[in-house]
């Protein structure tokens, strides 16, 4: 699983690389937000051609149904943050059980921001057991 997770961050660290334009913080202090129902994060390091990488991941859950997945990637003194993907979410973000996260957008490489996502195998349900639950490969502890 932790290989998985560090795949999925360089990839999300390649798409905020090569995406020249910075793409505005989204969801910080998401926590303390009063639409916000649930904030899981992940976060880690591993080093990459001799340079230490660390990430946090941030799964914002908002009342209304949407849900935001928010990557803080610190390399050197660089600093990137990009919202890399966002959709619809159904079930209870609070409590243990499953949840349905549908994808509707992600990271576009070229422009650093949101662009729509329309594939059909854009719905998974993942399950929160203890607080915690996977997505993309990734395990997640709630926050809030």
Request: charged share 25%; net charge negative; glycine share 6%.
């Amino acid at each position: 699983m932790k290989n998985i997770n560090i795949y999925l961050t360089i990839v999300c660290l390649c798409l905020m690389t090569f995406s020249c334009k910075s793409q505005s913080v989204k969801s910080n202090d998401k926590a303390d937000n009063p639409n916000t129902a649930a904030v899981y994060v992940s976060a880690g390091s591993f080093s990459e051609h001799g340079t230490e990488v660390s990430y946090t991941n941030t799964l914002t859950f908002d009342k209304d149904g949407s849900w935001l997945l928010h990557s803080t990637v610190k390399m050197q003194k660089n600093i990137q943050d990009a919202d890399c993907a966002a959709g619809t979410w159904t079930g209870d973000v609070t409590t243990d059980g499953e949840v349905t996260l549908t994808k509707t957008k992600v990271i576009d490489n070229d422009t650093g921001k949101l662009a729509d996502w329309t594939r059909e195998d854009s719905a998974v349900t993942v399950t929160i057991s203890d607080g915690k639950l996977t997505y993309e490969g990734a395990e997640y502890s709630r926050k809030k």
